[in-house]
Each structure stands twice: as C-alpha cells, then as structure tokens.
C-alpha cells in the first residue's frame, strides 16, 4: 500500500500475509482486500443461482461462495463455474465427497474444515483433489460450531477456543504440505471475532478471510459488521472479508466495498459526500442523493462527488472532491470541478447536468489511467 506522507494519519499498515489464488484473484500479499458474497438460491437452480452471481460481480464482488449441500449441488456447480465472471468457492461442511466433486467441477477454492471431514483417509483424498484441480481451501473456524473437545476444554465459545480450532486445522494441511489456504475466524459476537482475529493474525502468515457472521438484517449487520471489521482492517487484519446480512447478497457487495472504501483500502465507483440536511438546504439534498446513487451506479472508475445543501460546507466539501454541487440561493446552486468553482446551474437541471460531469470525469480518468498503462 502507497504510504501517504501528505496526510500520515490515513497510513494503515497491512499485516505481512503469504499469498495464495482463488483462480485468478490474489489473496493476501500487495493483493487488494477482495470482496466476497454467498448465494442463498438453491444451488441447482442453476439459472437463479448463475443470475445472482453475475449481479454480485457487477456489483463489484471478486469472489462468490455457493453452498455445495449434495451431489446434485456439486453437479450444478460445473455449469455455473462455466458461466460465472468470477471465481467461485464451494461451501462445504462435513461431507469430504462433495470436496471432491467441487473441485472436478472447478471450484476455484473450498470452505471445509479438514478437521470436521473424518479419518485420515478421506483428508488425503480432499487435499488431493484440491491440489490437482487447482483449488485452495478456506479453513473457516466459526463460534457457533467449536469442535466439542475445544467447548469441554474451554467451557463455552471463546477467542482461544476458536484459534486453537484453526491452528489444528491448519496443520493438517500443513502436514500435508499444502499451502494454498486462509482461514476466517467468525463470530456475530463482534469482540469474540475481533479478538479471536487478532491471536490468529500474530500465529499465522496465512491470509485471513474476515467476516462477522450471522450479523443481521441490513442496517444492524452492516453497523454490526463495520464496527467489527473495520476495526481489524484499521489494524492492518484481513485479506478479504465477506459481509453477512441477512439480505441480498448485492447489499452484502456494496457495504464490504462501502467498509474498504472508508478506510481507503479499496476505491470502486463514486463516492458521495453529501450533508445531512437542514433549514439551510439549497435543495432537497436527501432526494438529489437518492436518485443520483441510482444514476451513478453504472460507474466504477474511483472518483469522488460532493453533493452539498448550502455555503456553509459545500465549497470546503468541494475543494477535495472531483465534481461537487453546493446548493445557493433563487434555485439555483453552484457547480465545482476538480476542486474550483465553475458555474451556476439550475436545481431543476442539477440531477442531469451532475451526471453528465460524473460520466465526463470518469472517462477522462480512465483515459489517462490507460495512457499511464
Ligand atoms: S451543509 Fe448546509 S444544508 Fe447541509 S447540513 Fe450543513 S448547514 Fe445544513
């Protein structure tokens, strides 16, 4: 990551992790932190599961999970990875046959635990499969199902129960000299999962996998997940992260990004820096934000847009956004580029015209992204 000496209070040092591939997306290293999301069709619904990946990865996810329950599930998953624009990890507990036949089918990683799978046998035969279709495993310790010897020893659920689970996990692989894995750590209780995140960070290389799981619906899991992850990313923790709501996996995409994005870990799209509102409002900031989120939505070149009620923040917010709106008086508001006034513009016309200036500014950002290239 560049190390910013102009502004040195926005310097987050990553943890020092190997790196290992899920297909063509690198994990951990210089790799950018990647997104993760799971489908929840029915996996041999093939057409519902393959529409839900592709608005996942239009959305911005690099990586989509599906649930690999049967041998039918496994089945699908050869036509879906054929038609998926991304990466796809097969979610496995338990049952080491339908590891294997997730790797025929082309996963390009599977969540199992190599502890959970049975006798030594059946774990050769799992890593096996993985190494020679390419595959690298997630190990993915979770609170909610400690092995039992772990809940005897410690009681209850707990940060040393969980890293010694994966630790376990880990040097069966090892033992086995496989070295394409991460491991997660996941608990919805946000300290459990932030402390049990940062004993495994000190005890492994490994890439982490971040998540806090069963986090909630959309308002509570994503306030949930970005106090939990966004903490340990501030620190330096994580990999890739995926977040857990219970919504559509399109909502999971955008607050991962939206999470990377605030850190300035990760940059996707416009970003909108807009003011709350109030009696001084210009226009209606609320409704002008809504709709030019929507409008906007189709661009992923990095840029940033103010979109401010009044004078009293608009031209500071403006100085450091690449297009910014600052509502005046008589209906009408003032139009920034790069950070300097430019001109007037109708509020009836704003919606437009700022679209327009987005879009302007996007390609020429990518033009110059491709002559830099
Ligand atoms: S920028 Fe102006 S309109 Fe927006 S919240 Fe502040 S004072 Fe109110």
Same mark, same amino acid.
């Given at each position: ?19 290992i ?21 029915? !996996?041999? @619904?093939? *057409?519902?599961?393959? #529409?839900?990946?592709?608005?996942? /990865? &239009?959305?911005?996810?690099? +990586?989509?999970?599906?649930? !690999?329950? @049967?041998? *039918?599930?496994?089945? #699908?998953?050869?036509?879906?990875? /054929? &038609?998926?624009?991304?990466? +796809?990890v097969?979610?496995i ?13 082309? /996963?390009?990683c599977l969540r199992i635990n190599p502890g959970n799978i ?9 890593i096996?499969?993985a ?5 690298s495993i997630r190990i993915g310790v979770n ?19 969980m890293v010694?689970s994966g630790l376990g996990h880990i040097r069966i692989l090892q033992?086995?000299?496989f070295h394409e894995f991460k491991i997660s750590v996941k ?13 495994l960070?000190?005890?492994t290389?490994a890439p982490i996998h ?164």
């Amino acid at each position: 990551m560049a190390i910013n000496h102009v502004r040195p209070w926005r310097n987050i040092y990553r943890r020092a992790s190997r790196q290992i591939s899920v297909g063509p997306v690198r994990i951990g290293g210089d790799a950018p932190i990647s997104v993760q999301t799971m489908t929840n069709t029915i !996996t041999t @619904d093939v *057409a519902a599961t393959l #529409a839900q990946v592709q608005a996942a /990865a &239009e959305a911005g996810a690099d +990586i989509v999970r599906i649930s !690999t329950p @049967d041998q *039918a599930s496994a089945r #699908a998953l050869k036509e879906i990875v /054929a &038609e998926s624009p991304v990466p +796809i990890v097969a979610d496995i507990h338990f049952h080491y046959r339908r590891a294997i036949e997730a790797a025929e089918s082309g /996963a390009a990683c599977l969540r199992i635990n190599p502890g959970n799978i049975g006798d030594a046998g059946r774990v050769r035969e799992v890593i096996a499969a993985a190494r020679d279709h390419g595959c690298s495993i997630r190990i993915g310790v979770n609170a909610g199902s400690l092995e039992k010897h772990l809940l005897e020893k410690y009681g209850e659920p707990c940060p040393d129960a969980m890293v010694e689970s994966g630790l376990g996990h880990i040097r069966i692989l090892q033992d086995h000299d496989f070295h394409e894995f991460k491991i997660s750590v996941k608990a919805s209780d946000v300290f459990m999962a932030a402390a049990a995140y940062q004993q495994l960070a000190e005890q492994t290389d490994a890439p982490i996998h971040l998540g806090i799981t069963e986090a909630g619906g959309l308002t509570s899991g994503t306030v949930k997940s970005a106090i939990g992850l966004g903490n340990l990313l501030w620190m330096g923790i994580g990999d890739t992260l995926r977040v857990s709501l219970s919504a559509d996996p399109v909502e999971e995409v955008k607050v991962g990004f939206e999470i990377l994005k605030s850190l300035g870990l990760r940059h996707r799209g416009v970003n909108i820096i807009s003011c709350p509102s109030c009696a001084r409002q210009g226009f209606d900031v609320i409704a002008t934000v809504e709709a030019l989120e929507e409008r906007l939505a189709h661009i992923h070149t990095p840029m940033s847009l103010s979109i401010i009620g009044c004078v009293v923040n608009g031209p500071g917010e403006a100085l450091m956004t690449d297009v910014g709106f600052t509502g005046g008086g008589a209906g009408s508001g003032m139009v920034y580029l790069a950070g300097r006034q430019s001109h007037k513009m109708s509020n009836a016309q704003m919606i437009d015209h700022i679209v327009e200036q987005v879009e302007r500014r996007a390609a020429e950002i990518e033009a110059a992204d491709k002559a830099a290239e």
